[in-house]
């Protein structure tokens, strides 16, 4: 793999920071370093412009296939373009699922019909997609899903409860994993539904989070409905689209995030450095401690990304090492903002930036599988220990 950058790919990083300097100013100026994690619910009719505004420039999907409406660039090109979104300040993604996850799913899956349908939508930033996988009793035992979907004439109708779904409230479509076929368990009988969220048999309640914002919410199907031909894959092989999705969500989703992590180093490198505590020597070795870790995990990404193998053992290590790094940054954030670090801002719950972050990296070794799960899958999968006793 060579990631270095030549000259065009330099001349590349000008017109994207030009683009972005451009488009952050008038109506989106207000976006800059909002919406990100934690910050999910903030100015989210400015974000759905935000998305069009992108896609007007062509800056969408960058990594897609140009059949599809991306702009099928090299990883060298992706990680250029995440790192100028990054340093421009600009907003967190509405339809990072839609983009990251739905979308390459449909590619790898979709029927042409259904890539005809989808696929513009998101380019475009008209649809925004979520996540329907867990359950009250479906989290890390996935496999467990009770949500049910039978077929009535032309179309599929779904029952059962998804919980913590991320943006439920202000996405379009959700793929939901369902049990199409009653009599089955487990894994088996599995179907990948795309269901309109906006409709009466959809009930969506938020859920409160530590940071006092709620991205996640509960969502109640009772008789909801798509048509017979919205299922990714075959029906009864959800399993197995299902854990394509899995293997995006812990690999190339997270190469714009370390972008963002780098700038929140900086944050508290520039604050340790005002507020004398850079003076502190084991203050300064966790400092230092961070700054390697965020380049391991650079390199981390771009070798899974390079593999194209998410379940490669390069894959496997990528999302425990960036959560547990992240919570540890959070951590070192706190301290080094002292005191000031158990202060909110305002009333009710107007957090500084630095302790919204540190809160949130609570849920980073939660979803997309939890650090448990990651070790487990690293000790079966890439070491060959013997598979943990597991409930029949
Ligand atoms: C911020 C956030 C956003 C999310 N967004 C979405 C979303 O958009 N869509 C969606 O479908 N889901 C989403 N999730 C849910 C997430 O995928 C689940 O929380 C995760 O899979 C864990 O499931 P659970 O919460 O049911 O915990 P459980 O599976 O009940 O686990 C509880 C604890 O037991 C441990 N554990 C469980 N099984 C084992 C085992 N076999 N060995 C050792 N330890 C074990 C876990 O590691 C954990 O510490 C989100 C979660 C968070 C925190």
């Known amino acids: 793999m060579d ?3 030549s000259a065009e790919d330099e001349a590349f990083r000008r017109e994207v920071a030009g683009w972005l300097e451009a488009a952050l100013g008038g109506e989106f100026a207000v976006l800059r370093g909002r ?6 619910g903030a100015f989210v009719a400015e974000r759905r412009a935000w998305e069009k505004k992108l896609a007007s420039g062509g800056w969408t999907c960058v990594g897609w296939p140009t059949e599809y409406g991306g702009r099928g ?5 992706q990680v250029i373009f995440h790192e100028e ?4 300040g ?7 699922m839609g983009e990251t996850l739905f979308g390459p799913t449909c590619i ?4 042409p019909e259904q890539k005809r349908r989808f696929l513009p939508k998101v380019v475009a930033g008209e649809e925004i997609w979520c996540q329907g996988y867990s359950e009250p009793n479906a989290g890390s035992d996935l496999a467990n899903v009770q949500t049910r979907a039978r077929l009535e004439g032309s179309e599929w109708v779904i029952d059962g409860q998804k919980v913590w779904t991320s943006w439920a409230e202000w996405a379009d479509w959700c793929f939901v994993i369902c049990r199409s076929d009653p009599d089955s368990a487990r894994n088996r009988g599995l179907s990948y539904l795309l269901v309109p969220m906006r409709q009466p048999g959809v009930t969506i309640r938020p ?3 530590i940071t006092g914002d709620a991205e996640f919410f509960e969502v109640f199907y009772d008789g909801a409905r798509t048509a017979r031909e919205n299922v990714l894959g075959a029906p009864g092989e959800g399993w197995k689209v299902a854990m394509a999705t899995l293997a995006l969500e812990r690999g190339v989703s997270t190469l714009g995030q370390q972008m963002l992590f780098r700038n929140e180093l900086a944050e508290i490198i520039a604050l340790a450095r005002a507020n004398g505590r850079a003076q502190d020597p084991l203050l300064r070795q966790r400092i230092a401690d961070a700054w390697i870790g965020l380049e391991i995990q650079r390199w981390n990404a771009l070798r899974t990304l390079s593999d194209e193998a998410a ?8 999302k425990i090492y960036w959560a547990t790094w992240h919570r540890k940054l959070g951590e070192l954030a706190m301290d080094v903002m002292g005191d000031e670090a158990e202060i909110i801002d305002g009333f009710p719950y107007q957090l500084k930036r630095l302790q919204r972050m540190f809160l949130f990296a609570r849920s980073e070794t939660i979803y997309g599988g939890s650090n448990q799960i990651q070790r487990n899958q690293i000790a079966e999968r890439a070491l060959g220990l013997p598979r943990e006793a597991r409930a029949t």
């Open 73 to 77: 660039l090299p990883l060298s090109r």
């Open 3 to 5: 990631i270095r950058f």
């Open 108 to 111: 790898a899956f979709g029927t």
């Open 35 to 40: 919406g990100g994690a934690g910050d999910e």
């Open 90 to 96: 600009a907003p967190g993604r509405l339809n990072h």
């Open 85 to 88: 979104y990054a340093r421009a």
């Open 311 to 318: 379940l490669s053992p390069a894959g496997m290590i990528h």
């Open 207 to 209: 859920i409160p989070q």
